[in-house]
């Protein structure tokens, strides 16, 4: 059975990303599993930690990001780009210690969202070049953009509105067929 490493770009209980984050997963096609990667603890990337052995927390995302099919993100922008300890989570996993390659020729589905008007654009296109580079097969448009996201979400985290829940639905149809 597929299987997607769904990663949210911010920590905070109340995330808007991880409401659509798990909007997204509940809208998977049938048969395809998701679970979502938790780098809370993922230490700041540095090469001479990397030189005593992978940390435990990088070993283990490291671990679910070489089993998966596939990726999900949904992520805030920060300044106009990714997230830094998003960033720094990518960083660690494009580290290489066999050899392998988390991203490499996988499908990757990206989202995002924000109260203010620019939708994660800037984000979402820093994103997309990071994970070019490594290999990540990035989804084509039409993408999930979701300005204002304060009010498409009610208190349960379901989409209350129905562009962004078909746009949302359209993308994981899209990552669905790409991991099937
Ligand atoms: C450090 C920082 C930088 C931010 N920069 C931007 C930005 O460049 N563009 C934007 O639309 N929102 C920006 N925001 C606002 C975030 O979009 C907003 O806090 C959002 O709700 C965070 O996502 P979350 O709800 O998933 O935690 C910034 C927030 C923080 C904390």
């Given at each position: 059975?597929?299987?997607?490493?769904?990663?949210?770009?911010?920590?905070?209980?109340?995330?808007?990303?991880?409401?659509?984050?798990?909007?997204?997963?509940?809208?998977?096609?049938?048969?395809?599993?998701a679970e979502i990667a938790?780098?809370?603890?993922?230490?700041?990337?540095?090469?001479?930690?990397?030189?005593?052995?992978?940390?435990?927390?990088?070993?283990?995302?490291?671990?679910?990001?070489?089993?998966?099919q596939g990726f999900l993100?949904?992520?805030?922008?920060?300044?106009?780009?990714?997230?830094?300890?998003?960033?720094?989570?990518?960083?660690?996993?494009?580290?290489?210690?066999?050899?392998?390659?988390?991203?490499?020729?996988?499908?990757?589905?990206?989202?995002?969202?924000?109260?203010?008007?620019?939708?994660?654009?800037?984000?979402?296109?820093?994103?997309?070049?990071?994970?070019?580079?490594?290999g990540g097969q990035v989804?084509?448009?039409?993408?999930?953009?979701?300005?204002?996201?304060?009010?498409?979400?009610?208190?349960?985290?379901?989409?209350?509105?129905?562009?962004?829940?078909?746009?949302?639905?359209?993308?994981?149809?899209?990552?669905?067929?790409?991991?099937?």
């Amino acid at each position: 059975m597929p299987r997607i490493l769904a990663l949210c770009g911010s920590l905070r209980a109340a995330s808007l990303n991880r409401r659509l984050l798990r909007a997204g997963i509940a809208m998977l096609p049938a048969g395809v599993e998701a679970e979502i990667a938790d780098w809370r603890d993922l230490p700041v990337y540095d090469e001479d930690l990397e030189a005593q052995g992978m940390p435990a927390p990088v070993a283990a995302l490291r671990a679910q990001a070489m089993a998966a099919q596939g990726f999900l993100f949904a992520t805030p922008e920060y300044n106009w780009s990714i997230p830094g300890g998003l960033k720094n989570a990518i960083d660690w996993l494009s580290r290489k210690p066999d050899g392998t390659q988390p991203f490499a020729g996988k499908p990757v589905a990206l989202m995002g969202a924000t109260p203010g008007p620019g939708g994660t654009v800037n984000a979402q296109s820093h994103l997309r070049q990071v994970l070019y580079l490594l290999g990540g097969q990035v989804l084509p448009p039409p993408g999930v953009f979701v300005q204002g996201a304060g009010g498409r979400f009610d208190d349960a985290g379901a989409i209350t509105d129905e562009p962004t829940r078909k746009a949302v639905e359209t993308l994981m149809a899209a990552l669905g067929k790409a991991v099937a």
